[in-house]
């Protein structure tokens, strides 16, 4: 009797390292457990804001590294970890998936998917932005095409799918989202001439429940939009996570560039549904509505980033609206339940549009197409933004958002469709010497901006913002940093020493806040040192 | 009934025939001799990168433009992935070494075009890859090499680079130019410096609230903390708050240009010399 309560007692101490149960009911009240971050932007909504308050802007600044992971594959270091009951699961290049004790960034288990030798990466490395979990399992997406199923526990592999062929260029870097009997997957490849889609699976078996794709067919609505048979090498690609509405049972996905990228003239048209944000019925795919930000675009313009949910007052109205700032330097807010256009405002430095008309069209300015010689257009390729995720804060109404301010020479080349080789017709030259990037707060029904914090280089780091008045993010020169979120004034910051590239995460560990952020080969997570104690030796 | 020439075999047997050729040509790149041969003998198409004439240039560029340009720039400048116009390639330092990266990728970080191009055009890619870094391809260089050695004492230019490990560190370290930068590229950066600002030297004035502004180049910088290596070599650390303004002046060069003062034949010697510099990395 004596042992057996020892034993109970052990498990008791050990209680949190068990992987508990993480049913949908929890992921969508998630808001109300920060001391977790269940999904990819913490929220379905997308906001990446903690209502956490024990980091504040008095104290912020006795942030230090609790403990670092070295990752190990060859590839770019982008993951959002996933924190619940105990574990963190990140993800490493090229498709891998480690368990961690959030406490001391010990290793509990490492899923490592071997790739095919001849692996077709068509226009980005070999990455992984992170998990979904669902009751006991971890779902990832692989580089070569498929989705899988690991037991959060153990990280045994208890099913895997084929999403889709990476011999012609399909594969998977975002993390999937799981919502309520569903895994919605997103795939790349939107520089190899694929056609995209959105799928979603069944959480226990892997079957495919619906498939939704971005591109249109001979007889469907849209394909009139894409000149002669220009449609079957579309693109479309819906490489970046997209929101969830669990009232009105959609999800909002971003859909990338048009094929081939640069050169316009073999797909004259509008291109639906491409550089578009998709509303689609979670429970059959349909679409309810789409809104093209970037019609027939020709400078590689993805719409995948993060379409923010937030409910706003607009024009002395409550209303439920999707705000996102694009890669094509316009920043949008729509009414999510219809679609439609309320207001659209440059963020960043753009030539190639005299601005937004009142159904929500880009005005494109002449000679603003890519060219033989090359056509100086801001932004560059890359675009104001991209994939690093922006914040909104309730609290403050503001929109964080990564800013890339640089412009690039556009050029348009021949092409002709090749199965798994490259789909572009052109290309770019930056103008990286000029260029600069920043944290933009904008006014989040005006995208007005607010204050700016500067960067040296475009920024490739996500956005966090905490109620405890504090926006975190990091730079290419390798600093993790916080901000007011009121004013952009910087009130602490750590040298990491590697390129910052991932979306900060912050959560609870044994009652304590901690800040997650990779940066070069690296996991670190912060925390304000706990005050000494008697313990002699290196046990905290 | 069995088709002993179906598309399956042909394309194995086109695979392994090129695997074939590109070994053989990979063996030439580095020097190692064919088995069996007491002479290596090199394929008919294979030669060194730089004997790449305008026709192999024209589609390597071609190629270029549809496999590379989507990560590394039109000009090679890089994007997603890293610029080509640097004076050494990491991962590509000589000819065998920038064949196989164009061959067969780097696993997790490019894609393996090899089999798609065939050994003749990964070829014509990887010569054009290697002249975007020399500026041009190899021209004929009309000056004196041993006048250009003796000017390049005489104008005092070890003021600011480093050659055979003599000289100040200021500018770029010269001791292999030759290899590094096609004649055309040398001969630009002495008359129009501005013109060809080497990766690493962005100038930058920094102008601190309380004192003395400084021009210099630029050696470190992040978001807070910015290094500047002023033209007497003093090196300067700013808290990037503490300073009034931090102007970046883009495609700007501390070194003086040559062309002014000096006659032709005297830029002429000087590139001849630069151009015959081969020595250590």
């Known amino acids: 009797m004596k042992n057996m309560m020892a034993v109970a007692a052990g498990v008791v101490a050990l209680g949190t390292v068990l992987a508990g149960q993480v049913p949908y009911s929890r992921i969508v009240t998630a808001a109300k457990e920060p001391g977790a971050w269940l999904t990819y932007n913490g929220t379905y909504d997308g906001q990446r804001h903690s209502t956490l308050t024990e980091l504040t802007t008095a104290n912020v600044s006795q942030l230090q590294p609790a403990w670092v992971y070295q990752v190990t594959g060859d590839g770019s270091v982008e993951t959002s970890p996933i924190v619940v009951d105990g574990r963190m699961y990140v993800t490493e290049p090229p498709t891998t998936v480690t368990a961690l004790d959030p406490r001391n960034g010990r290793t509990l288990w490492s899923y490592k998917r071997p790739m095919p030798s001849d692996l077709r990466l068509i226009g980005f490395p070999a990455t992984n932005r992170g998990v979904a979990i669902l009751d006991d399992l971890v779902y990832v997406g692989s580089l070569d095409g498929s989705l899988i199923a690991l037991d959060a526990e153990t990280g045994a592999k208890r099913w895997e799918t084929k999403v889709a062929d990476n011999g012609t260029g399909h594969s998977i870097t975002m993390a999937p989202l799981a919502i309520d009997g569903r895994i919605v997957v997103g795939i790349s490849g939107g520089e190899a001439g694929i056609r995209g889609f959105v799928d979603a699976y069944h959480p226990k078996t892997g079957a495919r429940l619906w498939r939704t794709y971005t591109v249109p067919v001979a007889g469907e609505p849209g394909v009139e939009t894409w000149a002669g048979d220009s449609w079957k090498n579309g693109a479309g690609a819906t490489w970046l996570t997209g929101s969830y509405d669990p009232e009105l049972k959609l999800l909002y996905w971003g859909t990338g560039n048009p094929g081939p990228d640069w050169n316009g003239d073999i797909r004259k048209g509008d291109n639906l549904y491409t550089s578009s944000v998709l509303a689609l019925d979670a429970d059959t795919g349909k679409m309810k509505w789409y809104f093209q930000y970037t019609p027939h675009d020709v400078h590689d313009w993805d719409a995948n980033q993060i379409q923010i949910l937030a409910d706003l007052q607009i024009g002395g109205r409550a209303r439920k609206t999707l705000v996102t700032a694009n890669r094509n330097g316009f920043y949008y807010v729509l009414d999510r339940t219809t679609g439609e256009f309320l207001h659209a405002a440059a963020y960043a430095k753009q030539t190639w549009a005299k601005g937004i008309d009142a159904k929500g069209r880009p005005e494109v300015l002449p000679n603003t197409e890519p060219s033989a010689e090359g056509t100086l257009v801001y932004p560059s390729l890359q675009g104001s933004t991209n994939w690093p995720s922006p914040s909104y804060s309730p609290q403050t109404g503001l929109f964080y958002v990564p800013v890339r301010e640089m412009g690039s020479y556009y050029f348009k080349t021949d092409v002709e469709y090749e199965a798994g080789m490259p789909f572009t017709g052109g290309g770019e030259r930056r103008l990286a010497d000029e260029a600069w990037g920043a944290v933009r707060a904008l006014d989040a029904k005006t995208g007005a901006t607010v204050w700016d914090f500067k960067l040296p280089s475009p920024s490739w780091s996500g956005v966090l913002s905490t109620a405890g008045g504090l926006v975190f993010s990091g730079s290419n020169e390798g600093n993790v940093y916080a901000l007011d979120a009121k004013t952009g004034a910087a009130l602490w910051q750590f040298q990491t020493g590697g390129l910052v590239r991932s979306n900060p995460v912050t959560y609870l560990v044994e009652g304590r806040q901690h800040v997650s952020v990779s940066a070069g080969r690296a996991v670190f997570a912060f925390a304000v040192p706990q005050p000494a104690t008697t313990t002699a030796g290196p046990r905290p | ?281």
């Not at chain 2, 075999?9 to 069996?36: D, H, K, N, P």
């Not at chain 2, 090499?145 to 200021?170: M, N």
């Not at chain 2, 930058?204 to 807070?224: M, N, Q």
Request: hydrophobic fraction near 40%.
């Open chain 2, 1 to 281: 009934m069995l088709q002993p020439s179906s598309a399956v075999e042909r394309r194995a047997a086109r695979i392994a025939s090129t695997r074939r050729a590109l070994a053989a040509a990979l063996a030439w790149a580095l020097g190692i001799g064919v088995i069996g041969n007491a002479r290596a003998q090199s394929p008919p198409d294979i030669r060194p990168l730089h004997e790449a004439d305008a026709a192999d240039l024209a589609a390597g560029k071609r190629l270029y433009a549809a496999q590379c340009a989507l990560c590394h720039g039109m000009d090679g400048s890089g994007g997603y992935g890293p610029s080509l116009l640097l004076p050494v390639l990491a991962r590509a330092a000589d000819d065998g070494g920038l064949l196989k990266v164009v061959d067969q990728g780097i696993p997790n970080l490019m894609p393996a075009y090899g089999n798609a191009n065939g050994p003749r055009r990964t070829w014509q890619l990887a010569a054009y890859v290697r002249s975007l870094g020399a500026g041009s391809a190899a021209t004929v260089v009309p000056g004196d090499a041993g006048r250009g050695k003796v000017l390049y004492q005489e104008r005092g230019c070890a003021a600011c680079h480093v050659l055979d490990g003599t000289g100040r560190a200021f500018g770029p370290d010269l001791s292999s130019i030759g290899a590094q930068r096609g004649p055309g590229y040398i001969k630009q950066a002495l008359l129009e410096p501005s013109a060809r600002v080497p990766e690493g030297h962005v100038v930058v004035t920094a102008k601190p609230k309380d004192a003395g502004s400084v021009r210099g180049v630029r050696i470190s910088e992040d978001v807070f903390w910015v290094y500047v290596r002023d033209p007497a070599g003093r090196v300067h650390r700013y808290w990037k708050s503490d300073l009034e303004a931090l102007e970046r002046e883009a495609g700007a060069s501390l070194m003086p240009s040559y062309g002014p003062q000096r006659s032709a034949t005297e830029v002429d010697d000087l590139v001849a010399y630069l151009s015959g510099l081969r020595g250590q990395r």
